[in-house]
Nanobody, 115 residues
């Protein structure tokens, strides 16, 4: 079974930077990434990276956020630059295990962008 633990959330001013980290315990993970959910909004993809190196970003974060993975350690980071108030959300670490085609989610970490 895969367990995900996020860290790095907090309060940041508009235009600032924040780095989120997630560590996965488990094996056979083929994708890792980040989703977010703002108050009153649906959960949306932020960024995801496959074991083959393919990366997918939400249009709203392209050019500002960067996802990185350490495949050996089963970690994924999200470098958030030039943050905006609309980036405020709970950010959830995500992992996909090919065997069983199963999704795994972290508990979430709050990111608040405010001056």
């Amino acid at each position: 079974q895969v367990q995900l633990l996020e860290s790095g959330g907090g309060l940041v001013q508009p235009g600032g930077s924040l780095r989120l980290s997630c560590a996965a315990s488990g094996t056979l993970i083929t994708k890792m990434g980040w989703y977010r959910q703002a108050p009153g909004k649906s959960r949306e993809l932020v960024a995801i990276k496959t074991n083959g190196g393919s990366v997918n970003y939400a249009d709203s974060v392209k050019g500002r956020f960067t996802i990185s993975r350490d495949y050996a350690k089963n970690t994924v980071d999200l470098q958030m630059n030039s943050v905006k108030p609309e980036d405020t959300a709970i950010y959830y670490c995500y992992a996909f295990r090919l065997v069983g085609s199963r999704d795994f989610w972290g508990q979430g970490t709050q990111v608040t962008v405010s001056s």
